[in-house]
């Protein structure tokens, strides 16, 4: 937590989605970390974190081992529930009763899901849900303008056999928001929007089935600012063959390699006036505090300015 709190302070985001921390019922974990960056300095009063799939049992043998309650039966993957979550922290108010939470939508009730490929027991089906983690979107009012934020964190496209269980609802996971721009799920957003959060999947490099994410970066409704950082590029795997400046996950070599995988992808109605990514290069703070850079992109925004 100290290495996180240190960097968070550094750049002292205005709205900021976290991924991969751990989901409680009090939210003691995301309290905890708040209160350790307003004695740095950044204060967030406004949380939204409601309960999410990672790890959470489902009661069902969701893998069709003949087990109940291992970690591959829990809704999305995880050892206990709430293992991995995602939070969201905001110093403008967040307009919590007016937020769409997808969590809950079956991974076969997705139009043209893959799920049928994915050797999921019938009976699972009727129960495991798309989302491994959460799909939220969630309006947020800036200087009296409502931003929506759509945030996720997908299921890494690895770990599975043949069937490709994992790639499928990886790749299921990314193309949602097409649907939910498209009105197809739930209500989408009349104004300004951000798309972000960690897709774990790569438009060039790595596994996974890269066309959903490369679907969302050529989405005319989005736009891509492509943060980076030069650190990133000084560290490119032989054969790479996407832009190593703009990879944001520093894991090992050769496999998987570094990846871009983490997304901030604005509205194409929203001013960008910057955008980076702190890359977790060796002996560096940002390491210390996640394999996954920074990500963050600066918008234009009436009255000020709104990260």
């Known amino acids: 937590m100290t290495a996180v709190a240190a960097l968070l302070a550094e750049v002292r985001p205005d709205i900021l989605l976290l991924t991969d ?58 050892f206990f529930t709430g293992e991995g979550g995602i939070a969201l922290m905001s110093r403008h108010p967040i307009e919590t009763e007016a937020a769409q939470d997808f969590s809950g939508l079956l991974w076969r009730d997705l139009p043209d899901s893959l799920i049928g490929g994915a050797e999921v027991p019938r009976a699972a089906q009727a129960v495991m849900p798309l989302s491994s983690t959460a799909h939220w979107a969630v309006p947020v009012s800036v200087a009296g303008k409502r931003l929506t934020l759509m945030g996720f964190s997908a299921t890494p496209p690895v770990f599975d056999g043949p ?86 996950a520093n894991w090992d070599d050769p496999d998987p390699g570094n990846l871009r995988v983490d997304y901030v992808l604005p509205s194409a109605d929203l001013t960008v006036l910057d955008a980076a990514t702190l890359w977790p290069a060796p002996g560096t703070l940002a390491l210390r505090a996640s394999r996954h850079a920074l990500v963050w992109v600066d918008l234009d925004w009436p009255a000020g300015r709104g990260e």
């Open 21 to 78: 921390i751990d989901h409680d019922l009090d939210l003691a974990a995301l309290r905890a970390l708040r209160a350790r960056l307003a004695e740095a300095g950044p204060s967030y009063p406004h949380l939204y974190a409601p309960r999410q799939n990672a790890g959470r049992d489902s009661g069902h043998d969701l893998d069709g081992d003949g087990r109940l309650g291992e970690p591959e039966d829990a809704l999305g993957f995880g």
């Open 163 to 248: 069937e490709d269980h994992n790639g499928r609802r990886n790749h299921d996971e990314v193309i949602f928001w097409q649907h939910h721009l498209n009105g197809e799920i739930g209500t989408p957003p009349e104004g300004p929007f951000v798309l972000l959060g960690n897709a774990n999947l790569d438009p060039s490099d790595g596994q996974g089935r890269p066309a959903a994410i490369r679907a969302l970066l050529s989405d005319p409704r989005l736009q891509d600012p492509r943060p980076q950082d030069p650190g990133a590029a000084l560290e490119a795997n032989p054969g790479q063959t996407g832009d190593p400046a703009v990879d944001t």
